[in-house]
């Protein structure tokens, strides 16, 4: 799948370094070309003769040993490459491409290279979440770096958070999507909502949920690396905005309701995968509620729902909804498909482990307006994005 392809692999010292040779096997496996450069610090950790023999190509350690070829190393290397994938990549290598720092082998050739360069972070969670590691990653994703996020779980610290290693599956498939990307969405716009809303009580509490915005954000992102003009209108979350989506931020139901209508006229297709809040306080204090008795009631009032409205609004535009379910997954699912006037909805038991809010993974059924349902079983938000967008093309196919 990837003949003639050659893939640049900087590898640097953390401890995921190990799964590093199983990135190299599998791009091995589609016929890619690897070579390998690593950090004076991965050395360490792992030999180069590993990598050696994973790529069967010589592994470049640093700038001052005797040139292998005949052309300057970090030079040729550059040239050559197709895409640098940078996996595991520490907070030090972020940090010295970021600030044009270029004192090894491996920060050289990134600097030297046109190609596309794609890091796949992986730290201690603290690290991860630094502030000076973040402006340093948004700074590199403005200049037009793409990052695979770091999976969320136990890292080797014991700490529990974001900063494990992305799945080798995930990054083989970025790494495939980066060099022969599908572009089948180029010339449609899609808007995508995602993340909770927060309903403010008073200048200090709110009412939310616990949705991360993980869902809607691989959707906005999918969608952007297949071709689509994406705005994505996202409540409060502390992920990346996808490259080459305009991210518009909003924090209430009734915020979320102004940005989608405004924007949603232009659109060929929406995805509305946000959590919104069904009701908000109907009136914020604008001082801090004192403590006072031990009942406090709060009176909520509705809020618009904003994919009924576009279910009103629809005419030949694609729709879908998503259904955060615990009980009778199907028919609550099939009875929101009409009374919101959907294409399909994407149902998921917030139950089930792996599942709905916060997780990396979901597990869904898509049922259509046909009753035609799919399961898909446990899976990377990303791939079901996939799925979801492949469902969306689907239905523009039937329709020419
Ligand atoms: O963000 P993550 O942590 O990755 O979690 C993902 C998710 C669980 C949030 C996502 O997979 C999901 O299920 N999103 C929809 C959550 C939800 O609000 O479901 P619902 O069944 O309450 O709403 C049905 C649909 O109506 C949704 O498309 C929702 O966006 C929409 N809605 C709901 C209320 C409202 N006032 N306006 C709306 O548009």
Redesign the pocket.
């Known amino acids: 799948m990837l003949e003639g392809i050659n893939v640049l692999l900087g590898v640097t010292g953390g401890i995921a370094i190990y799964k590093a040779c199983d990135i190299v096997s599998g791009l091995k496996k589609v016929n890619a070309n690897v070579d390998v450069i690593m950090t004076e610090s991965a050395t360490k950790m792992i030999r180069p003769g590993t990598f050696q023999a994973l790529s069967q190509n010589a592994v470049i350690t640093d700038t001052f040993e005797t040139p292998r070829y005949w052309n300057i190393e970090h030079v040729s290397l550059a040239q050559k490459a197709h895409v640098l994938l940078v996996a595991p990549a520490t907070a030090n290598i972020i940090g010295k491409v970021a600030n044009g720092i270029a004192d090894d082998m491996l920060s050289t050739t990134i600097m030297a290279s046109t190609a596309k360069v794609v890091f796949a972070p992986a730290m201690n969670t603290k690290m991860y979440e630094n502030r000076i590691v973040q402006q340093n990653i948004k700074k590199l994703i403005s200049l037009g770096y793409r990052f695979i996020e770091p999976a969320s779980g136990r890292l080797a610290c014991g700490d529990v958070g974001t900063g494990k290693l992305a799945d080798v599956d995930k990054i083989l498939e970025f790494v495939i999507d980066t060099v022969k990307p599908n572009r089948d969405f180029v010339g449609i716009k899609i808007l995508v ?3 909770p809303t927060r309903e403010s009580i008073d200048p200090v509490r709110f009412i939310s949920n ?7 954000y691989s959707i906005a992102d999918a969608a952007s690396a297949r071709g689509a003009e994406v705005i994505l209108i996202s409540g409060p979350t502390n992920l990346l905005p996808p490259v080459g989506v305009k991210l518009i931020k909003i924090n209430t ?1 009734l915020e979320m309701y102004d940005m989608v209508m405004n924007n949603f006229k232009e659109q060929n297709v929406i995805i ?5 809040a ?1 009701y908000r306080p109907e009136t914020i204090s604008a001082r801090k509620i004192k403590k006072r008795g031990d009942n406090l009631n709060l009176t909520l009032v509705r ?5 009924s409205e576009l279910g009103k609004l629809k005419e030949n535009r694609i729709l879908v ?5 615990s009980d009778n997954i199907i028919k609550n699912a099939k009875n ?1 498909i009409l009374k ?1 006037n959907l294409d399909f909805i994407v149902a ?1 038991d ?1 139950t089930e482990e792996g599942a ?3 997780t990396d993974t ?1 597990i869904v059924t898509i049922i259509d307006r046909n009753n035609k349902i799919e399961k898909i079983e446990k899976t990377d ?1 990303m791939d079901i994005a996939h799925l979801i967008l492949d469902k969306v093309k689907q239905i523009t196919e039937h329709r020419v």
């Open positions: 909502t995602a993340g616990h949705s991360t915005g993980k869902m809607g139901a509305k995968s946000a959590a919104v069904d809020n618009p729902d904003i994919l909804g998503f259904a955060a379910e929101k919101k998921n917030i709905g809010f916060g979901n938000k």
